[in-house]
Nanobody, 117 residues
Framework: VQLQASGGGLAQAGGSLRLSCVTA????????MGWYRQAPGNPRELVAT???????TYADSVQGRFTISRPNAGNTMYLQMNNLKPEDTAVYYC????????????WGQGTQVTVSS
């Protein structure tokens, strides 16, 4: 399984960006996909997750501003980021967490998001 993230860039506070993550390889029904981010000097933070059935979770810091989606449970996942804040500046990583048949975690290469005030 390989994940390729894209869509990062520079935005002004209050603006929007949409990140994409394309998965090469099979996605199983029990897999959970998500987005993490890491800002310089900070620990990696879980931003949002989505199951194959479409159930989602969000970090409190992005609730109501970010939307994770995976249309038709396909191989592309998105993170729509609205009302961006400077504290959203980070490298964003897409992930796939596999529970079965062989547990494992897969990570994309990361895409930089920079929000200016």
């Amino acid at each position: 399984v390989q994940l390729q993230a894209s869509g990062g860039g520079l935005a002004q506070a209050g603006g929007s960006l949409r990140l994409s993550c394309v998965t090469a390889g099979s996605i199983f029904g029990s897999d959970v996909m998500g987005w993490y981010r890491q800002a310089p000097g900070n620990p990696r933070e879980l931003v949002a997750t989505i199951t194959s059935s479409g159930s989602t979770t969000y970090a409190d810091s992005v609730q109501g501003r970010f939307t994770i989606s995976r249309p038709n449970a396909g191989n592309t996942m998105y993170l729509q980021m609205n009302n961006l804040k400077p504290e959203d500046t980070a490298v964003y990583y897409c992930t796939l967490d596999r529970r079965a048949p062989r547990p494992g975690s897969y990570w994309g290469q990361g895409t930089q998001v920079t929000v200016s005030s």
